[in-house]
């Protein structure tokens, strides 16, 4: 195995649009990086308007029972040295893109300070309860179904893209039909298409970082539930990543992977055009990902060496 070539951090690549995040070694003084905390404190400092209200139902998960200092990260004006301060981070990173979330994360898993694994896992929910917003209000704005996604890699954001839309487009989609099946031809322009070919595309570029990993999780966020037709088009997703990560890379651990579909309720049973089918999946559970509440159907896989 060679070493793969370190890519410049904010690369993107052009045909697909994704984000693509490459690991690049960065010594830490004990501080955010210099661009982010600028960002943060012209939030503070400007009281700039969140997008959308904090969802204050939604607290960042913390494992340890006990109040424990947490690791000491200087953002704007505020200095975090208590468990008390996340309310006020994360008002704070309302207005902040999914770029400045990304880079804060990195902030602090490369200072590896106390309770780093807390916030890690704190910001990575912070940036699903974003991209779900972001699909519900384009939706609404677009007047059709959109989609975004994001992979985890042991709790840690390596790469997003979307919103996608539903129609026909020019969008690669390797996935539009898996056979030629009446469910197959009228959703064969569905949004999840879209979205999981550009996914792929991202994981392959991720191969070597993904598999030194534990726990790998692909969280698809969808204004509605997927049909019929999108649900066979996420299995296959599911399959081809299992395939590839074992054609590209021999593990000598078992990866745990596990794809979350987070999706607007209610589940519905509809006709498109004489074909019939079902948006969601009957049996999900509601989540307190927004105040939204949207449903959550998983797959578990274990990918064995």
Same mark, same amino acid.
């Given at each position: 195995?060679?070493?793969?070539?370190?890519?410049?951090?904010?690369? /993107?690549?052009?045909?697909?649009?994704?984000?693509?995040?490459?690991?690049?070694?960065?010594?830490?003084?004990?501080?955010?990086?210099?661009?982010?905390?600028?960002?943060?404190?012209? *939030?503070?400092?400007?009281?700039?308007?969140?997008?959308?209200?904090?969802?204050?139902?939604?607290? &960042?998960?913390?494992?340890?029972?006990?109040?424990?200092?947490?690791?000491?990260?200087?953002?704007?004006?505020?200095? =975090?040295?208590?468990?008390? $301060?996340?309310?006020?981070?994360?008002?704070?990173?309302?207005?902040?893109?999914?770029?400045?979330?990304?880079?804060?994360?990195?902030?602090?898993?490369?200072?590896?300070? +106390?309770?780093?694994?807390?916030?890690?896992?704190?910001?990575?929910?912070?940036?699903?309860?974003?991209?779900?917003?972001?699909?519900?209000?384009?939706?609404?704005?677009?007047?059709?179904?959109?989609?975004?996604?994001?992979?985890?890699?042991?709790?840690?954001? &390596?790469?997003?893209?979307?919103?996608?839309?539903?129609?026909?487009?020019?969008?690669?989609?390797?996935?539009?039909?898996? +056979?030629?099946?009446?469910?197959?031809?009228?959703? /064969?322009?569905?949004?999840?298409?879209?979205?999981?070919?550009?996914?792929?595309?991202?994981?392959?570029?991720?191969?070597?970082? *993904?598999?030194?990993?534990?726990?790998? =999780?692909?969280?698809?966020?969808?204004?509605?539930?997927?049909? $019929?037709?999108?649900?066979?088009?996420?299995?296959?997703?599911?399959?081809?990543?299992?395939?590839?990560?074992?054609?590209?890379?021999?593990?000598? +651990?078992?990866?745990?992977?596990?794809?979350?579909?987070?999706?607007?309720?209610?589940?519905?049973?509809?006709?498109?055009?004489?074909?019939?089918?079902?948006?969601?999946?009957?049996?999900?559970?509601?989540?307190?990902?927004?105040?939204?509440?949207?449903?959550?159907? =998983?797959?578990?896989?274990?990918?064995?060496?």
């Amino acid at each position: 195995m060679y070493a793969e070539k370190v890519k410049p951090k904010n690369y /993107k690549n052009e045909e697909t649009n994704i984000h693509y995040r490459f690991p690049i070694q960065r010594m830490m003084a004990g501080s955010t990086s210099p661009l982010l905390s600028n960002y943060l404190s012209s *939030i503070y400092n400007t009281a700039q308007e969140s997008k959308r209200p904090l969802q204050a139902n939604k607290s &960042i998960p913390i494992q340890e029972p006990q109040k424990k200092p947490i690791q000491k990260v200087t953002i704007g004006n505020f200095n =975090t040295v208590d468990i008390d $301060d996340m309310a006020v981070i994360r008002q704070m990173l309302g207005g902040a893109s999914f770029d400045n979330l990304y880079e804060f994360q990195s902030d602090v898993a490369n200072e590896n300070g +106390e309770n780093a694994g807390a916030w890690i896992r704190g910001i990575s929910d912070f940036f699903n309860e974003k991209q779900q917003w972001q699909v519900l209000d384009g939706a609404r704005a677009d007047r059709t179904v959109n989609i975004s996604g994001n992979v985890t890699l042991d709790d840690r954001i &390596i790469l997003w893209d979307g919103p996608y839309r539903a129609g026909r487009d020019d969008t690669l989609n390797d996935y539009s039909m898996l +056979e030629n099946t009446p469910e197959q031809r009228v959703s /064969k322009n569905d949004a999840d298409g879209k979205l999981l070919t550009s996914l792929m595309k991202g994981l392959k570029h991720k191969i070597a970082e *993904i598999s030194y990993g534990e726990r790998l =999780t692909i969280n698809l966020h969808d204004s509605s539930g997927p049909c $019929d037709g999108c649900k066979d088009r996420i299995v296959q997703f599911t399959t081809d990543c299992i395939a590839y990560i074992k054609e590209l890379f021999v593990l000598t +651990e078992d990866l745990a992977l596990r794809v979350n579909i987070y999706y607007d309720p209610p589940v519905q049973r509809k006709k498109r055009g004489n074909v019939p089918t079902t948006y969601g999946y009957r049996g999900d559970r509601r989540t307190d990902l927004n105040s939204q509440q949207p449903l959550v159907h =998983t797959y578990n896989k274990i990918v064995q060496p």
